[in-house]
């Protein structure tokens, strides 16, 4: 990718790169370790995989992306859901300030039209490689 386009996605990403490395930063602070993954900051670990375990089953997760950063709930979590968070990340890049509120009206829509919110979910379908996007994350 060239350097302007690099860095156009930063800054197209910052708003949701900030929440991120807000919540990273208070799990770094709580016992999380820090890794750089690809062109991505990645927490993992610490007090992030207790808290998880207490959510309700549907609320949990074992890693998920804001922005440039990837909150994971410990390091064999990350490793195994490291390409489905990068193409998180490419999405973030390309919907940047809109992916959040389009991500949550995918979910919304399959709900409405008798599907599951998270499975049939047009950028989890993405990332989970079934219905890939024309350019892949860089």
């Known amino acids: 990718m060239h350097r302007c ?3 156009g996605a930063y800054v197209w990403a910052a708003p949701n790169t900030a929440v991120g490395l807000l919540a990273g930063l208070a799990a770094f602070l709580l016992g999380a370790r820090l890794s750089a993954v690809s062109h991505a900051l990645a927490f993992s670990g610490g007090w992030l995989g207790r808290w998880v375990d207490r959510l309700p089953p549907a609320c949990r997760f074992s890693a998920m992306t804001l922005g440039h950063v990837i909150l994971a ?28 509120p389009a991500y949550l009206l995918s979910s919304l829509w399959q ?6 919110a998270y499975w049939d979910n047009h950028f989890e379908r993405q990332a989970f490689g079934r ?4 350019q892949s994350p860089s």
């Open 131 to 134: 219905d890939r996007p024309s």
């Open 73 to 100: 709930v410990n390091t064999a979590s990350l490793a195994e859901s490291r390409e489905h968070e990068l193409v998180h990340v490419g999405q973030y890049e390309r919907w940047g300030p809109l992916f959040l």
């Open 111 to 116: 709900v409405l039209c008798g599907r599951r």
């Open 5 to 7: 386009t690099r860095i």
